[in-house]
């Protein structure tokens, strides 16, 4: 969910690949201010995973600054890192104000969301995933579509 709400977020802050990167740190405010009401840090690092060109293999953040390396670097403070939209993430929203998709209440009801992306492309196939929760774990590798 968070992923889907940092893109959601970016999407209404107007944060597209063709406009004027923006500080994180905005971005993660509006996040944890409208629709994900946790740590900061873990809203941070997802927006670092998806500016990390060795962690998808389509980008849906194009980041600006230090994102981290694949040697273990951890990125920069989200004060020092700028963002926006990478263009393939647009395809993840196409036609959300066309009411594709069911819209859900927030944690607080003061704002809408949507319940799942109106995706043009397969994302889970094409950047795989991989991670643990109670009782469950998953390692789905990246596909070539192509």
């Known amino acids: 969910p968070?992923?889907?709400?940092v893109l959601y977020a970016m999407n209404v802050l107007g944060n597209d690949w063709n406009k004027a990167y923006k500080k994180s740190a905005r971005v993660v405010g509006d996040v944890i201010g409208k629709y994900h009401p946790?740590?900061?840090l873990a809203v941070y690092n997802t927006i670092v995973r998806m500016a990390q060109p060795f962690s998808l293999r389509y980008m849906l953040v194009d980041g600006q600054g230090n994102f981290g390396s694949i040697d273990g670097d951890s990125a920069a403070a989200m004060r020092y890192t700028e963002i926006r939209l990478a263009k393939i993430a647009h395809e993840l929203m196409a036609d959300l104000e066309k009411e594709t998709v069911?819209?859900?209440d927030n944690y607080d009801g003061t704002e809408k969301i949507p319940d799942v992306?109106?995706?043009k492309i397969p994302?889970?196939?094409v950047n795989g995933s991989s991670g643990i929760?109670?009782?469950m774990a998953t390692n789905i590798p990246p596909h070539n579509l192509t």
């Open 117 to 119: 992306m109106p995706t």
């Open 38 to 40: 946790h740590g900061d």
């Open 133 to 135: 929760t109670v009782g």
């Open 123 to 125: 994302n889970l196939l």
């Open 2 to 5: 968070v992923h889907r709400r």
């Open 102 to 104: 069911d819209f859900v």
